[in-house]
């Protein structure tokens, strides 16, 4: 039996029947896939798809991204955006984020001439977000804010549409965001941290894991249950075979463990009192 709708749908709907021919930018994340499944659904719709691929892309989102376009017909196009030959970006700074957004929305705007999309939705808007910025510049567009529609509908708009497990994917910031600011990006740090990252998804099956590249070290993030439940010996053990998984990358620093915090390797720039 077909799920009902969520609220917000059909202004969504009305927002999309509004655009004409679009892009979407597709990460491989509830947001964008939700968005770019509703898009390419429309009849006669004129849409495209595009997924960039980096070092801070894990490959299991690329592979989410390809195995939708088949199942759903997609013209996807995947491409590099450049965003690792931007020094700038890989300085780390505060607004990282907006050179990010700037070298994706520039690589796609020199590909296509359609009105590009972004998975943005209500929630964002709470927070400061430099990549918003870099959108504005290129005249993208969210129609996810256009309808009111928050991170919780989107994901019960995924589920409506049958893919629940689309609607459970966890939040899955790009790999750089683990990176404290102002220290470089290096695609070594950010594959050494997605390769830890899963081995703890596997050993601990936690609610949350982040793997943060610190000044001062390597910090596991973990909820607050599955960390309560580590002992010494277990976190001895899974300190050192993740301290082997930076064993190539310089001055990584020991390897210690803390209650899972949203955005802790990011430093704010200062805010006027």
């Known amino acids: 039996m077909a799920k009902a709708m969520p609220p917000g749908v059909g202004r969504l709907n009305a927002v999309l029947?509004?655009?004409?021919?679009?892009?979407?930018?597709?990460?491989?994340?509830?947001?964008?896939?939700?968005?770019?499944?509703?898009?390419?659904?429309?009849?006669?719709?004129?849409?495209?798809?595009f997924h960039a691929v980096s070092p801070a892309v894990p490959a299991e989102a690329t592979a989410r991204v390809q195995a939708f376009a088949a199942r759903e017909g997609w013209r996807l196009t995947v491409l590099d955006a450049g965003e690792f030959d931007d020094p700038a970006y890989r300085a780390n700074p505060a607004n990282r984020c907006f050179y990010c957004k700037t070298n994706l929305y520039g690589a796609l705007a020199a590909r296509t001439d359609a009105i590009l999309l972004s998975g943005t939705n209500a929630d964002d808007l709470g927070d400061w977000r430099p990549g918003l910025e870099a959108a504005e510049d290129h005249g993208v567009r969210h129609p996810f804010v256009e309808a009111g529609i928050d991170k919780a509908q989107v994901r019960a708009i995924a589920d409506a549409l049958g893919f629940d497990d689309l609607a459970r994917l966890p939040a899955a910031p790009c790999l750089s965001s683990r990176i404290e600011t102002g220290l470089r990006v290096e695609a070594d740090d950010l594959a050494s941290i997605h390769a830890a990252e899963r081995y703890l998804a596997r050993q601990l099956r936690p609610e949350t894991v982040r793997c943060r590249r610190r000044k001062a070290g390597i910090v596991i993030e973990l909820d607050e249950a599955t960390l309560a439940a580590l002992s010494e010996g277990r976190r001895d053990a899974l300190g050192a075979t993740v301290a082997g998984m930076f064993a190539t990358c310089e001055h990584a620093g020991p390897v210690s463990f803390a209650p899972y915090r949203m955005g802790s390797a990011f430093a704010r720039p200062a805010q006027p009192a």
């Not at 499944?37 to 004129?46: D, F, K, Q, V």
């Open 17 to 49: 029947g509004g655009i004409g021919r679009a892009a979407v930018a597709v990460s491989g994340g509830v947001d964008s896939m939700t968005l770019a499944l509703l898009a390419g659904r429309r009849p006669g719709a004129n849409c495209a798809m």
